[in-house]
């Protein structure tokens, strides 16, 4: 992961100095490109903050030595429900959302409730324990 961090600290960084030289030369008075270039930075520096701390939680992946084998990453690599209706719901609510930007912005609470209810279905699938269904 050590890679993956860097590919996004560094810009983060080289972002955040832009920025601040930015925000210097037009006196902070440019209240559109400043902030934005600011907020860049902060994207990348919070993606790459995660892949620092997931570094650090799992340790040198195989993908990350030189003289790994591919044999070490067999198996499986996680879990995929094939049939699951759940993404489909949550499209649709999407498609609401996208359609009241066209109609009308009254349409996204409707596209929000059907986005929510998909996303929870989706996460909440393979759940176990006492809310299982």
Do not use: C
């Not at 992961?1 to 996004?8: A, D, G, Q, T, V």
């Not at 040198?60 to 591919?70: G, K, L, N, Q, S």
């Not at 993404?87 to 999407?94: H, R």
């Not at 009254?106 to 998909?118: E, N, Q, R, Y």
Request: aromatic content about 14%.
């Amino acid at each position: 992961m050590k890679i993956e961090s860097n590919l996004f600290l560094l810009p983060g960084a080289f972002f955040l100095f832009i920025g601040i030289v930015y925000g210097a030369l037009t006196h902070f008075e440019e209240m559109v490109g400043f902030p934005a270039i600011l907020l860049t930075a902060g994207l990348a520096l919070m993606v790459g903050i995660y892949f620092k701390m997931l570094e650090r939680r799992h340790g040198v992946r195989p993908e990350d030595r030189d003289d790994a084998e591919i044999a070490e990453l067999s198996g499986d690599q996680g879990l995929y429900a094939p049939w699951s209706w759940w993404p489909i719901v949550l499209a649709g609510g999407g498609a609401i959302g996208f359609l009241a930007l066209a109609v009308g912005w009254w349409l996204m609470v409707p596209a929000a409730i059907v986005g929510t209810v998909g996303l929870v279905g989706w996460v909440m699938e393979f759940s176990t324990g006492r809310f299982a269904h």
